[in-house]
């Protein structure tokens, strides 16, 4: 994946949580504390999914792909989590464009 392509990814990511939702970065004491998802957390892991979505460009602007491929993972499983987005969505989200996707290949 380029670092294009992540921050397009991110982009779709942003466009689609926030209209609902607004980018809010996790507090120090949910970050350190939370260790499991639940339906009751699911709009605070979505605002934070909106606050990676614009962060992941900025990271790839400093030369911090792994970061930001880091974070760009968390954020495709707290999708698929929520129930936002299936991981085939995220697969071919992170595929070259007319890619078929085929999880075997």
């Not at 992540?6 to 996790?26: D, G, K």
């Amino acid at each position: 994946m380029t670092p294009e392509k992540m921050v397009e990814v991110a982009n779709l990511y942003f466009s689609l949580l926030h209209p609902e939702h607004q980018p809010v970065r996790f507090s120090e004491e949910i970050f350190n504390t939370i260790s499991e998802y639940t339906p009751e957390k699911r709009a605070d892991s979505l605002g934070h999914c909106c606050f990676i979505a614009l962060e992941i460009p900025k990271f790839i602007e400093n030369g911090k792909t792994g970061k930001a491929f880091r974070w760009l993972g968390w954020m495709q499983c707290a999708l698929w989590m929520t129930g936002t987005r299936s991981m085939a969505q995220c697969a071919l989200d992170n595929a070259p464009v007319d890619a078929i996707y085929d999880r075997d290949a």
